[in-house]
């Protein structure tokens, strides 16, 4: 069983920057599709962000050009770096290991986008 701990979020103003972080156990994270994901109330969960082993991102419309994900294998961690935060970035943000056809997902961090 894979277990994965995000952390990071909080309150944060329009225009303004955040950092989450995600760390994943397991001694093959390297192998691991990681991502982010995020849920609205009332909506459905989304995906933000994905980086696989060799670096290759992909990301959804609405965060390209403000939201970086990156990895670090040494550390079983993956980060999502956002910035110019928008009140429709607000939700949970979870953190996703993916592994030949098996999910692992966080409890879920609170970003809230406010003045």
């Known amino acids: 069983q894979v277990q994965v701990v995000e952390s990071g979020g909080g309150l944060v103003q329009p225009g303004g920057s955040l950092t989450l972080s995600c760390a994943a156990s397991?001694?093959?994270?390297?192998?691991?599709?990681m991502g982010w994901y995020r849920q609205a109330p009332g909506k459905q969960r989304d995906l933000v962000a994905t980086i696989i082993s060799g670096g290759i991102t992909n990301y959804a419309d609405s965060v390209k050009g403000r939201f970086t994900i990156s990895r670090d294998n040494a550390k079983n961690a993956v980060y999502l770096q956002m910035n110019s935060l928008k009140p429709e970035d607000t939700a949970v943000y979870y953190c996703?290991?993916?592994?030949?056809?098996?999910?692992?997902w966080g409890q879920g961090t609170q970003v809230t986008v406010s003045s």
């Open positions: 397991g001694s093959i994270f390297s192998r691991y599709r």
């Open positions: 996703n290991a993916y592994l030949i056809g098996k999910n692992y």
